[in-house]
T-cell receptor, first 112, second 118 residues
């Protein structure tokens, strides 16, 4: 039962351009959403989160957008840098069911 | 897609007791499973790598005698928090990949287990 999906396993972007990573979910009861960044041989690092009561959260070059009607969230990275090359996971959490649901990840490659 | 389950999803225990958390890969064989600890809205901290049939590899700073890991079969890894204390209260999340190797990109995460130690 995949409640959180990242349909693009990989994405390649030129340095300086915008990277857009997408995530879809099925349960409207999620309370907040998180994005993690993962380098090889390391655990995922928390990047940015958004509460279900908001539609946008911005932190430096990273912005997360939440479209509740479409059950879709996206992570925008502007401008993209080679150091952003990593695997990005989105995750959703619901207080009522007390569980995390992770997407399968999107591998971002930012070309110099 | 690959599914990883954890049991229990939430456990409350008294200080000094031991708690066992199970991580199962439901539709694939996982030679390697990973155990993470997460604090609210923070990064997942890798605690250990669990390899089927061999001893787990612990990350620096993680007490192996306190966090016992057993990977008895290709679909099951367990984490036992021994003599739990309130500071052990956290979310514990496992992940698995369905091919041999180390901490590769393709990992399937379990839903997490919330441990609350009173």
């Amino acid at each position: 039962d995949q409640q959180v999906k990242q349909n693009s396993p990989s994405l390649s972007v030129q340095e300086g351009r915008i990277s857009i990573l997408n995530c879809d979910y099925t349960n409207s009861m999620f309370d907040y959403f998180l994005w993690y960044k993962k380098y090889p041989a390391e655990g995922p690092t928390f990047l940015i989160s958004i509460s279900s009561i908001k539609d946008k959260n911005e932190d430096g070059r990273f912005t997360v957008f939440l479209n509740k009607s479409a059950k879709h969230l996206s992570l925008h990275i502007v401008p993209s840098q080679p150091g952003d090359s990593a695997v990005y996971f989105c995750a959703a959490y619901g207080y009522n069911f007390n569980k995390f649901y992770f997407g399968s990840g999107t591998k971002l490659n930012v070309k110099p | 897609g690959a599914v990883v389950s954890q049991h229990p999803s939430w456990v409350i225990c008294k200080s000094g007791t031991s708690v066992k958390i199970e991580c199962r890969s439901l539709d694939f064989q996982a030679t390697t499973m990973f155990w993470y600890r997460q604090f609210p809205k923070q990064s997942l901290m890798l605690m250990a790598t669990s390899n089927e049939g061999s001893k787990a590899t612990y990350e620096q700073g993680v007490e192996k005698d306190k966090f016992l890991i057993n990977h008895a079969s290709l679909t099951l890894s367990t984490l036992t928090v021994t003599s739990a204390h309130p500071e052990d209260s956290s979310f514990y999340i496992c992940s698995a990949n369905n091919r041999q190797g180390g901490l590769t990109d393709t990992q399937y995460f379990g839903p997490g287990t919330r441990l609350t130690v009173l």
